[in-house]
């Protein structure tokens, strides 16, 4: 889950967000994601902020991560040699859910948040029409 927002994030051009209400906010967002059933644990209770600071040392699928700076957390691809598609591709081969899906819940989720609590780069963001169709 804490990849997919993170990668959903960065497509949105976020560099950092801050967590206070993160929990909240994804909590609202999974109410209407229908790819929540495969992740029960989350649906149950929704606790993204714990999910952020465990992500650099997660092991298996390392497409992305978030790490905590100042107070904020920021998303980041995993390997440097990865450009956003890419990293959705091998999120969405992983996880079995649409790249598409992700940026809606990341999108979602990001609406939840207030928005002086979310930094972006416009520059950074990707183009959501380069993404995979699913």
């Known amino acids: 889950m804490?990849?997919?927002?993170a990668v959903g994030c960065l497509v949105e051009g976020v560099t950092g967000l801050d967590?206070?209400?993160?929990?909240e906010a994804l909590r609202r967002a999974l109410q209407t994601w229908p790819w929540v059933t495969?992740?029960?644990?989350v649906r149950r209770t929704p606790a993204v902020v714990g999910t952020m600071r465990?992500?650099?040392?997660?092991?298996?699928?390392?497409v992305a991560q978030w790490v905590f700076s100042r107070g904020l957390a920021v998303p980041q691809l995993r390997d440097d040699a990865w450009d956003l598609p890419a990293a959705c591709a091998r999120l969405e081969g992983e996880t079995g859910?649409?790249?598409?899906?992700w940026l809606d819940l990341a999108r979602t989720f990001l609406a939840e948040l207030p928005e002086s609590t979310?930094?972006?780069?416009p520059a950074l963001a990707a183009d959501p029409d380069a993404l995979p169709d699913a």
């Open 2 to 5: 804490g990849e997919g927002l």
């Open 54 to 62: 465990s992500s650099p040392g997660r092991r298996g699928l390392k």
């Open 38 to 41: 495969r992740y029960p644990t």
């Open 118 to 121: 979310v930094w972006r780069a």
């Open 19 to 23: 967590p206070a209400e993160a929990d």
């Open 97 to 101: 859910v649409p790249a598409r899906r």
